[in-house]
């Protein structure tokens, strides 16, 4: 498919997990696409994978950049401009239940980990949205913000402070999008559930193994993931990639696509039901 041809894409958080995976589905789609995280070495990692999948150097554009900064933010979109001369999608993906000094996530951790979890997973998306605003609308643009089904309505009480930021970032994706949509400015959301990325390695503090490990169990546990297995990040980019492409989506305006292999349908009861016969 060449689906994203002629358009240029940033994506957020593309030095691992979903958002690589992501960036790698646009540019092999025909998209030229801007990389970003902080992690330089990942992020080669990252323009390796899109290399290897048959795109030329000269539509990758890889910035090392903190999301959370200003100037990391005003560098990736100039930058995109001074290499592609546009912009017409942004996936803001990047993200993270970041522990506390004493690697807690829940109600405990104190009030400088709740904003840190806040300007990323939340004033980021906002800041970046204003500051692109008028490029997207110069080419009736589409932005895909990354959720997460921890945003609820089910209680978090491994990370209140992240997925109170994704209720918040839902719920400010929805009202945005009805305030640009006038200028053609299309936002959605998607929801991931479970995703075998470097999320639990950050949030948890597992190495590779133990995270894999992780995903497994979770993977064979049907009340905890009704289709069996724990999501790859390519199941995500999918979904992104749909929302991304006006031609397949243009009339999904502000929505949330949960993708969770069924997650947020079991209830703890269930669990007690015991398997069909
Ligand atoms: P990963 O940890 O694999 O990737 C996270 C990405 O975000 C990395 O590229 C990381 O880059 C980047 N990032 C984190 N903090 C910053 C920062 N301050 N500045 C710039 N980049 C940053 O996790 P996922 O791929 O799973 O996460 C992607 C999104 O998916 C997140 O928004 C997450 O909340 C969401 N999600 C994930 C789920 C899962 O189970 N995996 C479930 C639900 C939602 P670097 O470290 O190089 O800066």
Do not use: W
Request: glycine share 10%; charged share 20%; with cysteine.
């Amino acid at each position: 498919m060449s689906r994203f041809v002629g358009k240029v894409a940033i994506i957020t958080g593309s030095s691992n997990g979903i958002g690589r995976a992501t960036a790698v589905l646009l540019a092999s789609e025909g998209a030229k696409v801007t990389i970003t995280g902080r992690d330089s070495a990942r992020l080669q990692e990252s323009k390796d994978a899109i290399l290897k999948a048959g795109v030329s150097e000269y539509d990758i554009n890889s910035v090392t950049a903190d999301i959370t900064s200003s100037e990391g933010q005003d560098n990736l979109i100039s930058s995109t401009l001074q290499k592609f001369g546009k912009i017409d999608i942004l996936i803001n993906n990047a993200g993270a239940n970041i522990p506390d000094a004493n690697g807690k996530t829940r109600t405990e951790g104190g009030i400088d980990t709740f904003l840190k979890m806040f300007q990323l997973n939340l004033q980021s998306v906002v800041e970046m949205t204003q500051k692109i605003r008028p490029h997207l609308a110069k080419t009736r643009g589409e932005i895909v913000n990354v959720s997460s089904i921890a945003a609820g309505p089910a209680a978090q009480p491994q990370g209140p402070y992240y997925s109170s930021a994704k209720a918040a970032l839902d719920q400010y994706s929805r009202s945005a999008a009805i305030d640009l949509i006038s200028e053609g400015i299309r936002i959605n959301v998607v929801q991931p559930g479970f995703v075998e990325t470097g999320f639990s390695t950050v949030a948890r503090g597992l190495n590779a193994e133990e995270s894999s490990k992780f995903y497994n169990t979770m993977g064979s546990l049907p009340h905890c993931i009704p289709v069996g297995f724990c999501a790859q990040p390519e199941h995500i980019a999918s979904v992104i990639a749909f929302l991304a492409d006006r031609k397949a989506s243009e009339y999904i305006v502000g929505q949330t696509i949960t993708a969770d292999g069924g997650s947020t349908l079991v209830l703890g009861f269930h669990a007690n039901f015991g398997q069909k016969k």
